[in-house]
């Protein structure tokens, strides 16, 4: 909800006076000044309704009046003297006798459902007192649905809130959950059963005050809230860096929740952050060191101890002159600083492509250089205009997506202080709105889940995308470089874009590295950047590939292109790999020209599939969930994440593997790394190496961090099975696991006192144990969590700076005559490495296709299922055809899907229909 | 003769008690009576249809005052949910009886036995085929199922007692 900026007024709540928000609810203010107040279909993003009639207060006209009225408190504006009483006899027997009939269908199955000890309705239930169901006819009973790999359906524990559908289509965009029925027969589900659509629909377990959708992954190993042990992490599958909740019980990662951060995710995340978890719990993750004797055939890798696989390397690596070292991504900064460090800046590689590094540095140059300012999700869904150039964000960075759907109501949203509508009036607003939607222009290759709220699309290959950006920069202010040879339909909505994104005041451009062309990032650059010209306040933001793309792209490595190894030879040279598969970022007769040129090779990773076949030793690294770091996320912003376990036996965070392989290689450069012991030692070192980097140590309390000398507890209180769980192997129960590297604790004991945001492990409160608990780290609903750290931006733009426009905007792109330009498609599920290796997430994974506009794919012979064949220079391949009306023409979508081998994208192929077998 | 009398006194009342029933039990050849009530070993039990009535809610493990119940829920093919592992640490157990207070399927019960004195810690560690009996224990009738809203194979929807079948939600009827 937007926050109000208006003086605060005084209300009286029994007797109390208090200041509150003129734009607030009652029922905003009771919660945001500690009040419990029970509720159900009132949403903090979502705001009012009045449907399920449970937060009754009794409202007064004066002091003098003593009968009062019974009003609904989320339905009234908190204004000026407004007198309600919570704890009035009358006020409480109605609150009462609602959930009484609430209840009166609700089955008896707590404790088979898996919201059980966690649930909105049980929270309620117990606060309004209502203790035994008094109605004894019948139960209303319903049919489940089955929604596919992520969420369970049991309609019997409905009670009519309309959350979840308010969620899923007003929120998320979603066409295919609806309510259906009538009286007291409604039904919340899908027209058939079927896989939800949306990629939101995780969401739904959340949203849900009660059991009706849970989380199908976490029922696969069921552990209640109170007996698992959280963690604040970040999610690590995509750019946008969501804050997450980690939960761990007896070392299997049990599930991901929405950890709220006022400025990235809010409240929501999708559906590959709150799945894609399994990864860590894949039976084929490295857990122990392994080394090959020697390259000749059939030697396969040996497990060994870590001590003597060490020292096997030292001895290995003693006769070296050079170890180079390819950094990843997908590791924390502090891994790939350190694997930097052992290297030399030289010999360091960012471990993205040659493409992926290339757009890495054009975004952090046109963030950190330019006069617009790179925009945090919330700042985009405040927007009031957008251009997305080339991105299909539902797929690369989807809360993005989502916070962008929500940005199109704001300029309609103007006129409701015309109308008097307060914006929590959630029914109120979208019938005065009428449908209504402010201006979005999305330019892709193919339709994106946004384009039912976009103004105007336009299809194009990426060039042209980019072409269309640049003139619409060229509109808006003169100095930007022109584009050639528009037609007239392009001119007008040139045109039509300029003018909503100049009039607007708060517009926003969104690109990114999706489409695998450049030019669509410096159009987009070339766009905010003219509308700074202009005087207008506009942001951008940017959908990179990974975690921490844009952190590895600060260290100032080197990119993976085909001459980076020249002059390496296997009786100098050694290199390390760090956390990456090298298959997603070389052509495979590179990557083994490559690999074939260093002895050892070295990999440090987690998962099994990275590891070469050439590779020398494995070392196990400890994943994301697993580990202490940093990342940074597209925005720029800096944020920690802890160790979700307890530290597994042979299993090192990649910084400690690389220190070690340097002692015992008695490197020069490990004298630099020798007092690494804790994170924070790194963090000293990055800081006074990078100047970008300084406050990196910043992002959260340090490792000495504590409350009242008490460490902060993972587990519960209530966590449970202490003196049984570890009785498998002894009697003697043993201490919980250290952590020296955070604050927190693997235990139940410690301070019971809220800590800074950061680390907050999970959001319970007294009489609150479902994630409605959110409400009471907040000072303001909606707002900031109180003590709010949200990691630390590491540069700003430099709004009065005048840089040059990116010059020479590319021309349009031809059409060949019998070639196709290929370009990558990614898709949610499947693109991103590590999700993808989740049994849930699996399910979900398409199978990989090229797409093309059903005309290209007449032109050429083929229908949809039939096999096509591409090729081109180092490219030959097979796969099935997908048609797509939304495809643009002359263009062949590949889709990213994590499967084959990695071909640089966009390129010319020829597509031929592959001969019957 | 002052400090005589209480040591004559005691062999007064050593010799009267000759003649009196002895209160010490032959234990363990004689069995200990207890009351009905009695908190001793735990067991879990079955439901009248001979299933396991334990759903895996982990409840007795939350009330556990000592945390020494542990268990992992699973669900089989019927749908029905039961522990996978259900282990009690008889050396932590205080038998204060709250799991079973706090189990809303009465699977989890006390009974009358306490003879499990055993000569290694580790045998005090009871797994769930340790525990598992193949009765009902107190509660002969009680069957979570029929009283539940969840379907199982065998019980439908809106078959389990106050029930009313499954609605119609295609129907327009007022």
């Not at chain 1, 504006?77 to 006020?91: F, L, M, V």
């Not at chain 1, 991504?329 to 790939?336: F, V």
């Not at chain 2, 029933?21 to 249809?49: A, C, H, K, M």
Request: net charge neutral.
């Amino acid at each position: 909800m937007t926050k109000g900026n208006t003086d605060s007024i005084t209300i009286h709540v029994d007797g109390r006076s208090v200041q509150a928000d003129p734009q607030r609810n009652l029922l905003e203010s009771c919660l945001s000044l500690g009040f419990d107040l029970p509720y159900f279909c009132w949403h903090p993003a979502m705001g009012s309704v009045g449907a399920c009639r449970q937060c009754a207060v009794k409202q007064f006209k004066d002091e003098s009046d003593q009968a009062g009225r019974i009003v609904m408190a989320c339905m009234t504006p908190s204004a000026e003297g407004t007198r309600i009483s919570i704890e009035d006899s009358e006020a409480r027997e109605f609150r009462a006798s609602v959930i009484e009939w609430l209840m009166l269908n609700h089955p008896h199955d707590c404790p088979v459902c898996d919201e059980g000890g966690e649930c909105h309705l049980q929270d309620m239930t117990v606060m309004t007192g209502h203790v035994s169901r008094r109605y004894r006819e019948s139960k209303r009973t319903y049919r489940n649905q089955d929604l596919g790999p992520f969420v369970t359906h049991e309609m019997n524990r409905c009670i009519q809130c309309y959350r979840c559908v308010r969620f899923y289509r007003d929120i998320a965009g979603g066409e295919d959950l609806n309510v259906f029925g009538s009286r007291d027969r409604l039904y919340f589900g899908r027209m058939t059963d079927g896989t939800l659509e949306s990629e939101f629909s995780g969401n739904l377990v959340e949203v849900c005050p009660t059991g009706v959708f849970t989380d199908k992954t976490l029922s696969r190993h069921y552990a209640r809230k109170w007996d698992m042990q959280s963690t604040p992490s970040i999610c690590s599958h995509c750019s946008v860096g969501c804050n997450v909740h980690l939960s761990e019980r007896a070392g299997i990662m049990r599930r991901v929740t929405n950890r709220y951060h006022s400025r990235i995710n809010g409240y929501f995340l999708c559906d590959r952050g709150r799945f894609g978890y399994e990864y860590v719990n894949h039976p084929q993750r490295l857990r122990r060191p392994a080394v090959r004797a020697s390259r000749e055939n059939s030697v396969s890798l040996i497990p060994l101890m870590p001590a003597e696989a060490l020292a096997q390397l030292g001895v290995r690596l003693a006769q070296k002159k050079r170890i180079v070292g390819v950094g990843s991504p997908r590791a924390s900064l502090e891994s790939n600083y350190a694997l930097r460090t052992l290297v030399g800046g030289e010999h360091f590689f960012s471990g993205m492509s040659e493409v992926e590094h290339h757009h890495a540095s054009l975004i952090l140059r046109v963030l950190k250089g330019g006069p617009a300012p790179s925009w945090s999700v919330q700042e985009v869904e405040q927007a009031d205009a957008a251009l997305i150039l080339g991105e299909d964000l539902g797929h690369t960075a989807p809360r993005l997506a989502l916070a962008l759907r929500q940005s199109v109501r704001n300029q309609p949203m103007e006129q409701l202080e015309r109308l008097n509508i307060p914006r929590w009036q959630d029914s109120a607003v979208r019938t005065a709105l009428h449908g209504q939607k402010g201006p979005l222009y999305i330019g892709t290759v193919a339709g994106t889940s946004l384009d039912d709220v976009a103004t105007r699309t336009f299809r194009g290959a990426p060039n042209d995308i980019a072409r269309l950006g640049c003139a619409v920069a060229h509109k808006i202010y003169p100095d930007s470089p022109k584009s050639s040879e528009l037609s007239l339909s392009e001119a007008d909505l040139i045109r039509e874009i300029a003018e909503a994104l100049a009039s607007a005041k708060r517009p926003v451009v969104v690109a990114g590295t999706g489409t695998g062309e450049a030019w669509v990032i410096k159009a987009a650059a070339n766009v905010a950047w003219a509308l700074r010209r202009r005087g207008v306040a506009a942001g951008i933001a940017f959908a990179l590939q990974e975690c921490n793309t844009l952190g590895v792209a600060l260290l100032d490595g080197r990119s993976l292109d085909r001459t980076a190894t020249t002059g390496a030879d296997r009786n100098r040279d050694a290199m390390i790999i760090l956390e990456n598969d090298l298959r997603r970022r070389l052509e495979k007769p590179t990557l083994d020209r490559w690999l074939e040129q260093f002895d050892p090779v070295i990999v440090i990773d987690h998962v099994d599939e990275a590891v070469p076949d050439h590779a020398d030793f494995v070392f196990p690294a400890a994943p994301i969930a697993c580990s202490d770091g940093t990342l940074v996320n597209n925005e720029g912003c800096a944020q920690r994440f802890f160790s979700a376990m307890p530290k597994e036996p042979d299993v090192e965070e990649s910084w400690r593997w690389i220190r070690d392989i340097a002692r015992h290689a008695s490197r020069d450069s490990f004298q630099s790394m020798s007092n690494w012991n804790r994170l924070e030692d790194i963090h000293d070192a990055i800081a006074g190496e990078f100047p970008l980097l300084r406050r990196i140590g910043e992002t959260a309390p340090p490792a000495p961090f504590r409350i009242w000398d008490q460490k902060i507890p993972r587990a519960p209180h209530r966590f449970s099975g202490r003196t049984a769980l570890p009785m498998l192997e002894t009697i003697h129960e043993p201490q919980p696991p250290d952590d020296p590297e955070s604050p927190l604790a693997f235990s139940m004991e410690g301070t019971p006192r809220q800590p800074p945001s950061p680390l907050i492990p999970f959001f319970w409160a007294s009489r609150w144990n479902s994630n409605e608990a959110v409400n009471k780290f907040q000072d303001e609903i909606g707002g900031p969590l109180r003590n709010e750290n949200p990691g630390v931006r590491l540069f700003d733009a430099q709004s009065r700076r005048v840089i040059p426009f990116f010059e020479n905007a590319p021309p349009r792109c031809d059409r060949r005559n019998n070639q196709l330009l290929l370009v990558p498609i990614p898709r949610l599920f499947g693109a991103e490495e590590l999700s993808a290796r989740s049994s849930a997430i699996r399910e979900r994974i398409p199978q990989a296709a090229v797409v093309l506009n059903p005309r290209d794919a007449d032109r050429l012979g083929v229908r949809k299922g039939h096999a096509i064949d591409i090729t081109a220079p180092g490219l030959v391949r097979r796969l099935p055809v997908e048609t797509d009306e939304t495809m643009a023409g002359g263009v062949a979508g590949l889709l990213v899907v994590g499967d084959g081998a990695y071909v640089t994208l966009p390129a010319w192929v020829t597509l031929r229909r592959a001969p019957s077998t | 003769m002052k400090l005589l009398m209480p040591s004559l006194k005691a062999v007064w009342r050593v010799f009267a008690r000759l003649f009196k029933r002895p209160v010490t039990i032959q234990y363990p050849d004689q069995p200990i009576p207890v009351s009905s009530r009695w908190r001793g070993r735990i067991i879990l039990s079955r439901d009248p249809d001979g299933e396991e009535r334990c759903v895996a809610c982990y409840l007795c493990s939350v009330a556990c005052p000592v945390d020494c119940i542990a268990l992992q829920a699973t669900e089989d093919t019927q749908g029905r949910r039961y522990p996978e592992w259900f282990r009690i640490n008889f050396s932590r157990c205080i038998f204060c009886g709250y799991c079973e207070e706090a189990c809303p399927t009465y699977a989890i019960q006390l009974i009358q036995d306490f003879e499990m004195s055993e000569y290694r810690r580790t045998s005090l560690v009871y797994e769930k085929d340790d525990l598992l009996i193949s009765g009902t224990g107190k509660y002969p009738e009680y069957n979570f199922y029929r009283v539940a809203g969840v379907a199982i194979s065998g019980k439908d929807k809106g078959g389990a007692q106050r029930e009313s079948p499954p609605v119609d939600v295609r129907s327009l009827l007022p």
